[in-house]
């Protein structure tokens, strides 16, 4: 197929981001450093993305008459997170170029479509089936062998929306608590670890992924990540990377997608799900590669070539969560700022609530270990532990 030469924004330009979230702030710092303007969609001024955006729009993403002003007044659309309706997305495709296309947040917003559409270009998941009632979810978890993940088709992160079930739950309960007409059970699946790749493709369609990231999770939200992982072969990082170049063709994705893989005990591969944007996973690419994620966004919303991915020393990302800032103080600032190879990256929310993502801190070292028991110290210090 012979693409057409894409479109190149040059600094001076105007980028969109629906959502004003953490990853629109860690976006918009790039696009403001490469001397490109930034508008917001859809949240507060106050926001993390909104506070250093030229213009905030805080309407509704269903308000049309704010949405044909706000296509006029950007060269350029993308988004920061996946639950965006995705008639918003098809409306403002219609007046103004957004990247990544509608297709695939249609995908990664509904676990059903997702998997089937995995299933359908040979990549490897989870068993699943859908469930519309409580007598198909009996059934279903004796199909799966005695156990599963209920999870709800849409709106579920960091583990919300979701229960294991085996053959002795109270199935009644679970059902009638998740209040849904559709759902999804999962097989449940016993891995060594869990692991993801971010990559990133251009209008050209050339892919780029930066090296796989392992990650630990604390109450189903993610805590550390560490990269290189550490316990995965050459194979598996080969695997993992061409599968995510092949999830990115499939979709036709202009921009960076992330793909999440258990590490079955018998060494396969099977994706867990994917995220249309840049991920908490990838931030550690800030400090760590030649280009962040968040530049290879940038860089291919704006139809400019990629940048260097290469990772220059191994690194580890660790949280901050509203839990571990609970009796910070200047001295632990101080303290954790004279830190070497420590980086922090505050998201200017003003309120610590417990499971709110406050910021994170990147450590980087000369091994994986090292960087992760440094990381773990920096927060440790913040949580007056140490």
Not at 193 to 198: G, L
Not at 356 to 384: C, F, S, Y
Request: aromatic residues 6%; contains cysteine; negative net charge.
């Amino acid at each position: 197929m012979v693409r057409k030469r894409a479109r190149i924004l040059s600094p001076g330009a105007t980028i969109g981001m629906l959502g004003g979230g953490q990853l629109g702030r860690m976006f918009a710092l790039v696009a403001r450093q490469f001397g490109y303007s930034v508008q917001v969609f859809g949240d507060l001024p106050d926001s993390p993305c909104g506070q250093i955006s030229d213009r905030v729009w805080n309407n509704p993403f269903t308000d049309e008459t704010a949405l044909n002003e706000f296509a006029r007044s950007v060269d350029v659309v993308t988004y920061e997170f996946e639950n965006i309706p995705v008639s918003t997305v098809s409306y403002l495709t219609e007046r103004v170029e957004v990247r990544p296309g509608v297709e695939l947040l249609r995908a990664a917003q509904h676990r059903l479509l997702e998997k089937n559409g995995l299933r359908a270009i040979g990549i490897p998941t989870a068993d699943f089936l859908r469930i519309s009632s409580v007598q198909e979810l009996r059934e279903g978890i004796r199909q799966l062998g005695g156990s599963g993940i209920l999870k709800t088709v849409t709106m579920g992160y960091d583990g919300k929306g979701q229960a294991k079930l085996n053959q002795s739950s109270d199935v009644d309960a679970v059902w009638t608590k998740f209040n849904v007409k559709e759902a999804i059970l999962e097989q449940e699946i016993h891995f060594d670890c869990e692991i993801s790749v971010v990559g990133s493709r251009f209008p050209d369609g050339t892919i780029h992924c930066f090296q796989p990231s392992l990650n630990h999770h604390e109450n189903h939200i993610l805590d550390v990540s560490v990269t290189p992982a550490p316990v995965i072969s050459t194979n598996v990082v080969l695997e993992a990377k061409q599968i995510t170049s092949a999830i990115l063709e499939h979709f036709d994705v202009i921009g960076v997608l992330c793909v999440e893989f258990f590490l079955s005990r018998d060494g396969s591969l099977l994706v867990n799900e994917i995220a249309p944007r840049p991920h908490n996973s990838g931030h550690l690419t800030i400090d760590a590669c030649g280009s962040s994620q968040f530049e290879q966004q940038l860089r291919a919303v704006c139809g400019l070539p990629s940048g260097d991915v290469t990772q220059h020393r191994p690194a580890a990302m660790i949280n901050l969560l509203g839990d571990h800032l609970q009796v910070v103080d200047s001295d632990c600032w101080k303290r954790v700022f004279g830190l070497k190879d420590v980086h922090v990256h505050m998201y200017g929310k003003s309120e610590a609530r417990i499971g709110r993502k406050m910021g994170h801190m990147t450590a980087i070292a000369d091994t994986d270990q090292t960087a992760e028991a440094l990381a773990r110290h920096a927060r440790a210090i913040l949580m007056k532990t140490v």
